[in-house]
């Protein structure tokens, strides 16, 4: 929404009572602009390029399904958890801004590719952790958002998926040769045990040169 704002603000005033109508002309554009370029292989070999509109002609939502709701539920998560000492509210609208600028076209779909990656990383023996991932960027590659699913939260996952993170914030800076111009979200689901809500969120947020070495 604020994305549109910031898109007509400049443009002439209309009457009171007619913004739908503009709002639909731009999102009819984006459906029958092409598709951007972007380098496939910054997620590695066998990365596609999906195409969705920025403004959705469909309500946001519109499916009703849980899958759908997945995005909602993890921005609450972070927009309702306690935050350490060193992290401020500042740095907690950054992280809401960075995982709401998911394609609201596809978030039914990556609510349900989630959902299926926690019911996977859950069925493994006691003792095991298994690990399930997916990377997306925005058009301009200077975003990047990781989602992982792992058996269970423990210090040893989450030392383990920060340095995922980080090592995969350095590969694409380097490949790109913009490391100041990137930043990395890692957001990490694991199932929840007691009962009391169906996973557990945990984020991670990086920006600029890692400043990893190659012994790192």
Known sequence: MLDYL????DEPPIALGHEPVRYYECAAAD???PPAEIDTELVGPGGILVSTPLLPQAPAESGETRAHLVLRFILEDRATSMLRNWVSES???IVLSDLDRLPVGIRE?????LLNMLDDVAQVPEGDVKWRFRRQFDADATRQTLFACATRFGEDVQ????SYVMLRHHEVAERTGRPDDLATLGVLLTPNYDGSRPWDTTMIRTHGASGLTEED
């Open 31 to 33: 459906a029958a602009a």
């Open 6 to 9: 910031f898109r007509v603000a």
């Open 109 to 113: 779909e990556w609510g349900q590719l």
């Open 91 to 93: 740095d907690r609208l």
């Open 159 to 162: 030392a383990s998926f920060a």
